[in-house]
């Protein structure tokens, strides 16, 4: 079992859902991560989330929306999303202020978008 | 263009022999260089870090160098076993971009009895 757990596992929506992807650690980082990861590709950034706060967006499309509840929480809300955007969503957090700490990642959501 | 090279991009070997996965990159100012196991629709798990000052750095069966000199670094696999089998990815981020790590294309490892 990894130490951030993601849910859910498998996500299936059409383009017009809105559904929210769920991602939790307790190791008390302070730094969170999202990735998206096409097949045979590797991650790629999303949003880091510093202190609870939006430290880089990397010209995310406005249809994923990133929210820090709290330190142990985040989650990606998803609204009108195109097939394209079919991925594994990958979450990780570390313990922050440093580039030198290991990220711990979830297993993922693996999203399709009908 | 990548900043992070791997090569070979896949390789197949059998169980008990060893490999040597490379990674090449550009990325500077160098921050450090971390090695990650990916398996097969899981998350990717860290096996090493290495910042500028270190040589070498070994987690178990796996062995990792790196030559800041030259900005080369190898994950050695000894005495593979099938349960290596995945993809090896080479992570390395910059002193000047906290957050953002330059990964690899990855190599695809296959372990066969």
């Known amino acids: 079992d990894t130490e951030v757990t993601q849910t859910p596992k498998h996500l299936v929506m059409g383009m017009t859902n809105k559904k929210s992807l769920k991602c939790e650690q307790h190791?008390?980082?302070?730094?969170m991560y999202w990735y998206k990861q096409k097949a045979k590709k590797p991650p790629e950034l999303m949003f880091v989330y510093s202190y609870e706060k939006l430290s880089i967006n990397e010209s995310v499309p406005s249809r994923f929306s990133p929210e820090c509840p709290n330190s142990s929480l985040l989650n990606l809300h998803l609204h009108a999303l195109q097939p394209e955007d079919s991925a594994l969503y990958l979450c990780?957090?570390?313990?922050?202020?440093?580039?030198?700490?290991?990220?711990?990642f979830g297993d993922g959501t693996r999203l399709s978008i009908l | 263009k990548n900043q992070v090279e791997q090569s070979p991009q896949s390789l197949i070997i059998l169980e008990g022999k060893n490999c040597t996965l490379q990674c090449n990159y550009t990325v500077s100012p160098f921050s450090n260089l971390r090695w990650y196991k990916q398996d097969t629709g899981r998350g990717p798990v860290s096996l090493t870090i290495m910042t500028f000052s270190e040589n070498t750095k070994s987690n178990g069966r796996y062995t990792a160098t790196l030559d800041a000199d030259t900005k080369q670094s190898s994950l050695h696999i000894t005495a593979s076993q099938l349960s290596d089998s995945a993809s090896y990815i080479c992570v390395v981020s910059s002193t000047d971009s906290w957050g953002k790590f330059q990964f690899g294309a990855g190599t695809q490892v296959v372990v066969t009895p």
């Open positions: 190791m008390g980082h302070r730094a």
């Open positions: 990780a957090s570390s313990q922050g202020g440093q580039n030198n700490q290991p990220q711990h």
